[in-house]
């Protein structure tokens, strides 16, 4: 019997064995499942190259702080340690004695005061005097010149109206003798018109009024190519003899030469104009008379085509428009003469308003001014004199009493200044001396010592790899230990241009001023900047971990239709986790990523069958 259970215990181990035999043999012969593949897509975002620089946070600098002058120290109102504002006072020296010293200088500056106020009675009469007579003597120079002003402008404004006048009329008098022939034109077209229109008596009578305004304006032109244009040759020539001797006396006064000559020739040109105007006055009126003949003779005409069966008679409508435009220019050329006989008038004003500047007043009012001059120059001079010969101690009275007041103002500032305030905000390092003791100006170690902490940099080395890529100005960001996360902004302020060897090795000393520190922020904070060398803002980036390298290349694989293709690419920059691609892929490319490391050195796992505590059966290759 237990021979059986013992050939039944075999028999079944056996079967146990076999079968997992099989299992075993089952699973070795089983395809291995395939891995699968990590990937990260190309996407665009910001790569920043910093540089790090470690260091500790100091101020920018101390201020050292005197009294203005010497002096014991009163009072102290900080301690070492503490922050200060600028403007905020931190001691106070002794006043005993500079109160002295000011009471004693306005003693001295109220006694250099009366002696100056004595000296200066001495001259009072002798000053007012000589006021007065600067006062009357510019009231005589300023009369006089205010006259020779006023005659000066109106013998300016005087010679250029009269030659404005005269070029005036010149173009309104040939205006007027080419109009006379313009209306001859007009009468002939008239003529022509009537002549060519239906013959009714009214035609006929506008005929013979058209005639005898055609006679009328060949009587005019008859006396302008007669009378007028010898009395306008006259007129032309009297104007100019008269500028000439205007422009003799002017370039006489110029010159301070005698400018009676030109005074004497003038009142001879004024002759000859006047007798020339009067003969160019008629001549106008002449043909102007004829011209208003032929005006009453046009008008006649228009009367004539204006009657009910004229004005039935179409065929006279060109006549009719013809002989308006005919009266408006008759018309004009009375105005036109009306008002050539005016400009002959108003010119003849501005020329007595000259004749007079020129014939005495202009001479007389240059002799008041010299005269006035000479008067006044006299009677400086005395008063002048007189004043001069006061007591010479005036001067030194007034030296006297500006060094009393100097030494006034330099008391009364070193009583100011007793109150020693800040000049800077910060934190007080060092004062040299207690309520009690003496204080110096010339301190070289500064009685008070103020750390300026309003602006503060972050000190810290680099190695000759880094020192090359950093310049001043570089943004930087700043974290502070003892601050924690919060992070502000700075600048590369200074760079050693000279290495420093520590332990063997050359390292650089770098300054990043912060912008603006935390309140939190203290001198001997540790802290770190990160300064920022490169960046691109909108960069195609992939993992770090995506970019292989093989020969000497780098490059990346890249999923195409499912399968992996090694893909040259050109990259830019990097940082700790991405890399710039710049050429080789788009945004939204598969990039393929290493597989972790567990899963690519594990083999087959060992499988354990239960039962009777037996261990675990080794598969191949353990």
Request: charged fraction near 10%.
């Amino acid at each position: 019997m237990e021979k059986g259970r013992g050939l039944m215990s075999i028999m079944q181990k056996g079967l146990i064995g076999a079968v997992a035999a099989g299992m075993l043999a089952a699973a070795c012969s089983s395809a291995p499942v395939a891995a699968e593949v990590r990937t990260a897509q190309v996407a665009r975002g910001a790569v920043t190259q910093t540089v790090a620089v470690s260091g500790s946070v100091s101020s920018a600098g101390t201020v050292k702080l005197n009294p203005a002058t010497n002096g014991k120290v009163a009072q102290l109102y900080v301690t070492v340690g503490q922050q200060v504002t600028a403007g905020q006072p931190l001691a106070k020296l002794d006043t005993t004695d500079l109160q002295a010293a000011l009471t004693t200088a306005q003693n001295n500056v109220d006694a250099a005061q009366t002696n100056y106020n004595k000296a200066l009675s001495g001259v009072s009469d002798a000053q007012s005097s000589y006021a007065q007579t600067q006062q009357s003597t510019a009231n005589d120079i300023a009369t006089a010149q205010q006259a020779l002003a006023k005659l000066t402008l109106n013998y300016g404004a005087a010679k250029a109206n009269f030659s404005s006048l005269y070029g005036s009329l010149i173009n309104d008098l040939a205006t007027y003798v080419s109009q006379i022939s313009v209306a001859q034109q007009q009468v002939q077209k008239i003529q022509s018109d009537l002549a060519a229109a239906t013959q009714i008596s009214d035609n006929r009578s506008a005929q013979t009024s058209m005639n005898q305004a055609g006679a009328a304006l060949g009587n005019a032109q008859s006396y302008v190519q007669g009378v007028y244009t010898a009395a306008e040759g006259d007129y032309v020539a009297a104007v100019h003899l008269v500028l000439n001797e205007v422009n003799a006396f002017d370039a006489a006064i110029a010159a301070n030469a005698d400018p009676t000559g030109a005074s004497q020739q003038l009142a001879t040109a004024q002759v000859a104009y006047s007798t020339a105007v009067a003969r160019l006055t008629s001549a106008i009126d002449a043909p102007n008379g004829q011209i208003g003949s032929a005006l009453s003779s046009a008008t006649s005409a228009q009367n004539s085509l204006n009657t009910v069966n004229a004005k039935a008679d179409v065929s006279l409508d060109t006549a009719r428009a013809d002989i308006a435009a005919l009266l408006v220019t008759l018309t004009g050329e009375q105005q036109g003469a009306t008002n050539a006989k005016n400009k002959i008038t108003q010119a003849g004003i501005s020329l007595a308003t000259i004749t007079d500047a020129i014939s005495g007043s202009y001479i007389t009012a240059l002799q008041n001014i010299t005269a006035a001059q000479i008067r006044a120059a006299q009677s400086l001079q005395s008063a002048q004199t007189s004043l001069n010969n006061q007591p010479s101690n005036v001067q030194s009275a007034q030296n006297s009493l500006n060094n009393a007041e100097t030494a006034l103002a330099t008391a009364q500032s070193n009583l100011d200044n007793t109150v020693i305030k800040a000049t800077v905000a910060g934190v007080i390092v060092s004062i040299s001396a207690q309520a009690g003791e003496n204080v110096t100006s010339a301190s070289t170690t500064g009685f008070i010592v103020v750390a300026n902490t309003s602006s503060m940099a972050l000190h810290g080395t680099i190695g000759e790899a880094d020192i090359v890529k950093l310049k001043a100005g570089q943004v930087a960001t700043v974290t502070v230990d003892a601050v924690g996360t919060e992070k502000m902004t700075g600048k590369v302020t200074s760079l050693d241009p000279v290495a420093t060897i520590a332990s063997g090795v050359p390292v650089y000393g770098i300054d990043v001023t912060i912008d603006l520190p935390s309140a939190s922020v203290r001198p001997g904070m540790s802290g770190t900047a990160n300064v920022i060398i490169a960046s691109s803002p909108n960069a195609l980036t992939v993992p770090n971990l995506a970019v292989k390298t093989a020969s000497g290349r780098r490059y990346l694989t890249v999923m195409k239709d499912g399968q992996q293709v090694d893909t040259a690419v050109t990259f830019g920059l990097a940082n700790d986790t991405v890399t710039e691609v710049l050429t080789g892929v788009q945004e939204g490319d598969v990039v393929v990523l290493p597989q972790p490391r567990a899963a690519a050195t594990s083999g087959t796992r060992g499988i354990q069958i239960g039962g009777g505590g037996g261990g675990p059966v080794p598969g191949p290759g353990r």
